[in-house]
């Protein structure tokens, strides 16, 4: 994701970040990293294997979307069960999922077929 404050941009790494740490400026983190919740922290019905660390992404909501932000070293990683499977009911159920990968994205259609989009 981007964050403003720190002018990053979506699909780049963090400067703060570090590999199996975290944020190394967390005490100091700007607002809109406060504020964030991914939706595995937000949705009891997901279980410990959704969390990003064993997942290898990052799920968020963003104007009604269900946006999937994964690891570029692991841009499959939503792919493998028990992932794709849910992905691909919720896109089914009429919830709109994108899946990001650094800059190149996928829209999961209903009937599970993806089509390439552009991150805006």
């Given at each position: 994701m981007?964050?403003?404050?720190?002018?990053?941009?979506?699909g780049?790494?963090?400067v703060?970040?570090?590999?199996?740490?975290?944020?190394?400026?967390?005490?100091?983190?700007?607002?809109?990293?406060r504020?964030?919740?991914?939706?595995w922290?937000l949705?009891e019905?997901?279980?410990?294997s959704?969390?990003?660390?064993?997942?290898?992404f990052?799920?968020?909501?963003?104007?009604?979307?269900l946006?999937v932000?994964?690891?570029?070293?692991?841009?499959h990683?939503?792919r493998?069960?028990?992932?794709?499977?849910?992905?691909e009911l919720?896109?089914?159920?009429?919830?709109?999922?994108?899946?990001?990968?650094g800059?190149?994205?996928?829209?999961l259609?209903?009937d599970?077929?993806?089509?390439?989009?552009?991150?805006?």
């Open positions: 981007g964050v403003t404050e720190l002018e990053k941009p979506a780049r790494w963090c703060h970040f570090r590999r199996g740490r975290g944020c190394d400026a967390y005490e100091a983190r700007p607002a809109s990293c504020v964030f919740n991914c939706t922290l949705t019905a997901l279980d410990e959704w969390k990003p660390t064993v997942s290898g990052v799920m968020h909501a963003d104007a009604g979307r946006i932000e994964c690891d570029p070293s692991r841009p990683a939503w493998a069960a028990p992932y794709r499977e849910m992905l919720w896109a089914a159920r009429g919830q709109e999922v994108l899946i990001f990968a800059r190149r994205g996928l829209r259609n209903p599970a077929s993806t089509r390439p989009v552009a991150r805006t």
